[in-house]
């Protein structure tokens, strides 16, 4: 069973930075790919980037701004956001699936209560 934490939202202007951390408790959480979805009033949940063992992942709206990595020591994943849009707006989750990197949200197991990240025009 793992458990996931998000923290590091907030307000930012554009063109600012964020960076999010998932905080995970449970044993062997190197074993699991981490996702980062968010979701924005009135629509669905995206797939951002995920992560397996290092490099990562990503949407094209957010290739080339963001970047993800790990630290499985700290059994934590970090989202790195630059150069932030009002469309970057949204209810961002992590979520961890014991298996490889997949962008389908139905396929991760644990997910975290979500984080807000709000970027201002």
Do not use: H
């Amino acid at each position: 069973q793992v458990q996931l934490v998000e923290s590091g939202g907030g307000l930012v202007q554009a063109g600012g930075s964020l960076r999010l951390s998932c905080a995970a408790s449970g044993p062997s959480f190197s074993r699991y790919a981490v996702g980062w979805f968010r979701q924005a009033p009135g629509k669905e949940r995206d797939f951002v980037a995920a992560i397996m063992w290092s490099g990562g992942y990503f949407a094209d709206s957010v290739k080339g701004r963001f970047t993800i990595s790990r630290d499985n020591a700290k059994k934590t994943v970090y989202l790195q956001m630059n150069t932030l849009k009002p469309e970057d707006t949204a209810v961002y989750y992590c979520a961890a699936r014991n298996g490889g990197i997949r962008e389908i949200q139905d396929e991760y197991n644990y997910w975290g209560q979500g984080t807000q990240v709000t970027v201002s025009s």
